[in-house]
């Protein structure tokens, strides 16, 4: 059974579980609502839809809504896939042709031929519409608007366990992001609000969102940006993902069998669980660096040009540290095939780099060097190259900010970003009044960077300090930016949230990253 197929019967199978539902007389739904939602309200009220016009309220269940706009002076079609459910809105609320009827409609299955409506109102169906038929969601309704039409939606944010390690905050961004990603091919948002959808018992309310749309005023030219958005599909059979940077990335993708250390289910596995081993993924680990190394690969600067331009000065004839020194990997940065690029952000608090004081190329040298070279060779060494020193916070958010406009032009790779943990065992201090950045407070700073940067540059971060501080940082930080194996998997987990969110496993348009660009 391949991914699609498997989607559509998990579809099929969720209509059985509804119309078994809406079948039981005692049935009664939690958003069964004892009043009109004040959103609903208020585009009456406010002319925003025309007095008269032709409604389609989608998903109606048994009606309440739909009835009510029909009392309003509105030429009402309330659908649902529910047959049950439109007895049910039959039996409650009649029946009268061409002001108020009610039919059978699968939006995402078995389109309905329409003489084009003016207003459409959607409370809490496409919320509950599988990610993978959204694309099919907005085909249906695109055709069924007339060209000034009205579109609310009503979107619930959080429908799952009120135990879920996810913050209300965080959940709204992510709507939006995927309301967006949907729906702006063809409708223009105009406005976004934050509200809630009623639940049984009525003092019980969901956080939700409203969203009000219109279709954009060139309709042939929005669907043809839209098949344009659509060449680049998620549902790739293998997904490239490039690795830089330290092992805490690694160590939270890769199993114990491929050379990493803490996991025994990887990111493959959790795939192969969700897919039906559908989907393959490709790591490409390139250990090391830090921003401002990375910038430097990005000037595609190579180092045997540099090397042979100290040949020519008569500089480093010892084989031994030529071979440290060449030995700088080349990058995958700008290769064409890469999905996802993942940056660790570990070293950029706790690495150092060493510069050449004529050319100012910057070099990322194993930790045990002086091991590896004579006292001469050390000498040799010294006299060209220094240590840059720890990055400033300022530094990393300039340089991140660069590379990643650098990678937008360049790449068509999705970015992410770990930040990092800032619980460290060892660290005993309890006033920080007169001392030193500590590795604490650098990484506080970093992830406050961090976040500015991931707003302002629109790309993904995988958050590792709350899910360590909801997990238990004191049973789960093992020592100062390492972390237990249950810890991993709860990043691992994360992080396959958020390219399933993009849209890596779907076959409908990847999110886009946004923010500024140079451009």
Not at 315 to 344: C, N
Not at 407 to 434: M, Q, V, W
Request: glycine content about 6%.
């Amino acid at each position: 059974m391949n991914v699609q197929q498997h989607h559509l019967e998990e579809y099929e199978e969720k209509k059985k579980d509804w119309e078994s539902n809406w079948s039981d007389v005692e049935f009664s739904p939690t958003w069964r609502i004892s009043k009109i939602p004040p959103e609903v309200q208020d585009a009456v009220d406010s002319g925003w839809f025309s007095p008269g016009a032709l409604v389609v309220d989608i998903g109606c269940g048994t009606g309440e809504i739909a009835s009510w706009l029909a009392q309003q002076g509105f030429n009402v079609l309330g659908i649902d896939y529910s047959q049950a459910a439109i007895e049910k809105a039959k039996s409650l609320h009649g029946e009268i042709q061409g002001k108020l009827e009610f039919k059978i409609v699968d939006i995402c299955r078995q389109p309905l031929t329409s003489p084009g409506f003016n207003c459409l109102i959607d409370r809490g169906c496409f919320h509950i519409i599988p990610q993978v038929f959204s694309s099919d969601y907005l085909r249906t309704v695109a055709s069924w608007c007339t060209p000034k039409a009205r579109f609310l939606l009503l979107y619930a944010t959080n429908r799952g366990s009120r135990l879920e390690f996810k913050s209300e905050e965080r959940l709204r961004k992510e709507a939006i992001a995927y309301i967006k990603a949907t729906f702006t091919p063809v409708f223009e948002i105009t406005e976004i609000k934050t509200t809630v959808i009623e639940r049984s018992p009525p003092d019980e309310l969901a956080p939700a969102l409203a969203v009000w749309m219109m279709p954009k005023e060139d309709q042939e030219e929005s669907r043809k940006t839209w098949k344009q958005q659509q060449v680049k599909m998620g549902g790739k059979q293998t997904i490239r993902i490039l690795v830089k940077g330290d092992r805490d990335a690694i160590d939270s993708l890769l199993p114990i069998t491929q050379g990493a250390k803490k996991l025994d289910k990887s990111l493959q596995d959790l795939i192969n669980e969700k897919s039906d081993r559908a989907f393959q993924i490709e790591i490409i680990y390139e250990p090391s660096g830090r921003s401002d190394l990375w910038l430097q690969q990005l000037g595609e600067i190579s180092f045997l040009n540099e090397w042979h331009a100290f040949e020519q000065l008569g500089s480093f004839p010892s084989k031994q540290l030529e071979t440290l020194l060449t030995g700088q990997s080349p990058t995958s940065l700008l290769a064409a095939d890469i999905d996802i690029i993942v940056f660790s952000t570990q070293a950029e608090i706790t690495k150092n780099l060493w510069q050449h004081s004529q050319t100012g190329y910057l070099i990322d040298i194993p930790e045990d060097w002086q091991q590896q070279l004579s006292e001469a060779e050390k000498q040799e060494f010294q006299q060209h190259f220094s240590p840059t020193g720890l990055l400033s916070t300022e530094q990393s958010q300039a340089n991140f900010s660069q590379l990643i406009q650098l990678l937008k032009e360049k790449t068509g790779a999705y970015i992410i970003c770990y930040n990092c943990c800032d619980f460290d065992p060892s660290d005993r201090t309890t006033n920080y009044h007169n001392i030193g950045e500590t590795l604490r407070l650098r990484i506080q700073k970093l992830n406050l960077a961090l976040l500015k940067l991931s707003m302002q540059e629109g790309i993904s971060l995988i958050d590792v300090e709350s899910l360590l501080a909801e997990l238990g940082a004191a049973q789960h930080v093992t020592r100062g930016l390492d972390y237990s194996p249950e810890a991993y998997q709860v990043i691992c987990q994360e992080f396959l949230r958020v390219i399933t969110d993009v849209g890596f496993f779907e076959n409908r348009p990847l999110l886009k990253q946004i923010g500024r660009r140079k451009d």
